[in-house]
């Protein structure tokens, strides 16, 4: 498939890298753009051509990194030639010895759930987890054997450049707008994560948050559906009723833990174990390793993710969270009186639900960055306070001064 093709590298960075390192094992020829880059200067042991324009019209192939934007003029005049473009994902499952793939992706908790899921399978079975988290997916391409499980991470970006990426089971945490200064539309941004279930069949799974339901149906997907809710459902998945979670399989329903048991705080991470749960027991692991599992996790560094407690003052790092309803959730799994320290790259969001929402729990919010002055609009209408500071650092010590003044 690969054999005698010429294949262009878009991005090398740590896509890219691996993705030459494992196009290498090919007799293709391999070409390599990158406009942030002296490709001249850099010291890589793997042969590559520089790309230049005029190669365009030699291309069989484009490997695209997630870091690329997806209208970059480059790819527009690719497409006009029905160049094939691909993601990192794209290129690993073709070449893939195993079919135990699963795929977890979602605006938020991807990154959770991902990692439960991988502690779970790790217990019984040699697992690779990868995307986001662990090794890059094209790193273990190779290595994984037929038997072997793959958890994968996938973002909207790799998932769009995907066109045979088939998991076995697929898991869509929840859907909201985010990346919209890369998508440009909140449907492009949806399609993208939905084509993680698109080459789905009846012998596979998806997994997807209740509340989805209505707008899974517009995607006609094929594979056999489960749900996980914070309230008691009638579909096949998994449910909260009176402080436990329950797995209902269409025939029987499963007690699985008490919710007390877990360490990670918050509803939206109960969601997040409940996806995994569901996915670990279509693989039929065993509800005591499952158990084992959850009931040890900690949490996913800077995610909510305990710094420590000074002078009676809780931190709190969740710096995973780049988008304001990943903050919504963050801010409602804490007690009241949060100083929230928030701001950074401007993605195109809009933050008045995030405020609107959270003002009761918030004191202050304290912020800077490119969307320093947006979420300050966003305060000014719900008349709660806010500062705006020069950077990160700033911000921290303004938050340490607020709290020793009471």
Sequence with gaps: MLENKNILIMGFGVTGKSALKFLKEFPCKIYVYDSNEDLQKLNVEEDFIIFKEEDLDKIDLIVKSPGIYPFHELLLKAREKNIEIISDIELSYRNLK??????????????????????????????????????GILEITGEAKSDDYLVIEASSFQLEDTIDFKPHIALLTYVTSDHLDWHKTTKNYVDAKFKIFKNQDENDFAILNYEDKELAKEYDLKAEKYYFSMEKISDKGAFVQDGKIYFNDGKNIEEILDTKDIKIPGDHNIKNIMAAIIGCKLLNI?????????????????????????????????????????????????????????????????????????????????????????????????????????????????????????
Excluded: W
Aim: overall charge neutral; proline content about 1%; aromatic content about 6%.
């Design 286 to 406: 065993d509800l005591d390793i499952i158990k084992k599992s959850i009931t040890s996790f900690t949490g996913v560094e800077h995610r909510i993710e305990f710094v420590r407690e000074l002078r009676g003052v809780k931190y709190y790092n969740d710096s995973k969270g780049t988008n304001p309803d990943s903050t919504e959730v963050a801010v409602a799994a804490m007690d009241s009186d949060v100083i929230l320290i928030a701001g950074g790259y401007d993605k195109g969001a809009e933050f008045d639900d995030l405020i609107e929402k959270s003002k009761d729990k918030i004191k202050t919010a304290i912020l800077f960055g490119e969307t320093a002055e947006k979420i300050s609009k966003a305060c000014k209408e719900n008349d709660l306070e806010f500062y705006i500071t020069k950077d990160l650092n700033k911000a921290v010590e303004l938050a340490e001064k607020n709290f020793l003044r009471g």
């Design 98 to 135: 195993t079919k135990n793939v699963i795929a977890v992706t979602g605006t938020n908790g991807k990154t959770t759930t991902t990692t439960i899921i991988g502690d779970i399978l790790k217990r019984v079975s040699q697992t690779y987890v990868v995307g986001n988290i662990g090794r």
